[in-house]
């Protein structure tokens, strides 16, 4: 029977296949068995909830959300974990591997044939190399999913969720607080990872909003008009904007003016409110 708490089990299985660790897949394997229990907790399965899990690796996080879940499909992009994979999780039968890449699987299809309309919620632990861009394709698509719980570095997580118009917020956490209330669970040092990575990571949660927190009347622009006031951080929000969105100064100034944004502003002071009414601006006057 697998015991995937006992490191020495995971080892073996992983060495019995020939298994080397990929730096650039991100492969830093969990091996501090109370992280998995915590998050399969924290992400909030049971019975009824289906899971999406992002990278099983050998299978750790995997075998502690079967336990709790109606049923785990992870979508695993290294064909030689798969066979680790049949081992290590044959004793359960509600988990469901995909080799596939994260970035491009339709999972909203997968949703759809995957879980019987039961509520779904994802819960991974990351590559580290596509932490954003996977966290941003997931929000994005507005899948029909109730909650994102992912590891990820520290530093990342402290940004991610950090309330924009604090010093620590930055584009990733405007975009993140449009679709999501996020939370920091729980940190994680680099020894509990096989090999250890140079950071510690991070615990966070993603809740995901029905709606979003702030109104705005063209959203593609509102995601221009953040990007844009975060691409130079030192300058203030009247030159990045102006540089950013190829606007006279002059012009963005009275946008800035009208929104009630003073002209020395900084893009890490500027919260939700602020970021749509500079949009709202700019998409009327374009309107008139
Ligand atoms: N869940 C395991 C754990 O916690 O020990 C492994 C986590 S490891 C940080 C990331 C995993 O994601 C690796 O198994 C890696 O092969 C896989 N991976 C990397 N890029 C991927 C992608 N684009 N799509 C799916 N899986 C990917």
Redesign the pocket.
């Known amino acids: 029977m697998s015991n995937l708490t006992d490191i020495s089990y995971v080892k073996a299985v992983l060495s019995k296949n020939g298994f080397s660790f ?1 730096k650039a ?6 091996i501090n068995p109370s992280v ?1 229990p915590k998050m399969a907790e924290l992400c909030g399965c049971n019975d009824n909830i289906g899971v999406i ?10 075998n502690e959300l079967a336990k709790k879940a109606y049923k785990v499909v992870a ?4 064909k030689r ?1 798969l066979p680790v994979l049949e081992e290590t999780l044959a004793e359960h039968d509600n988990v469901k591997v995909i080799n ?4 491009k699987l339709d999972i909203r299809k997968l949703i759809t044939e995957e879980f019987n309309g039961h509520q779904v919620v994802i819960c ?7 932490t954003s861009p ?1 966290i941003m394709r997931l929000l994005e698509e507005r899948l029909p999913v109730e909650s994102l719980t992912v ?1 990820v570095q520290k530093e990342a997580a402290e940004r991610i969720c950090a309330e924009p118009g604090t010093r620590e917020s930055g584009a990733i956490s405007a975009a993140v607080n449009y679709y999501s209330h996020p939370e920091l669970l729980f940190k994680v040092s680099k020894g509990s ?1 096989l090999p250890a990575p140079k950071v510690d990571s991070a615990v966070i949660k993603l809740n995901i909003l029905k709606k979003p927190p702030v109104a705005t009347d063209d959203e593609k622009l509102f995601f221009r008009v953040v990007k844009a006031a975060f691409s130079q951080r030192r300058k203030t929000v009247l030159n990045s904007l102006s540089s950013g969105l190829s606007l006279p100064k002059a012009y963005v100034s009275e946008v800035l003016e009208n929104a009630g944004i003073k002209q020395t502003a900084r893009a890490e002071e500027l919260k939700m409110q602020e970021f749509a009414a500079i949009t709202n601006i700019l998409k009327n006057n374009r309107a008139e």
């Open positions: 990929s897949l991100g492969q830093n394997f969990l998995c899990e992002i990278g099983p690796g050998a299978g750790v996080l995997t979508i695993e992009l290294d974990l596939a890449d994260a970035m991974a632990n990351l590559p580290y190399y596509i996977i590891m990872f």
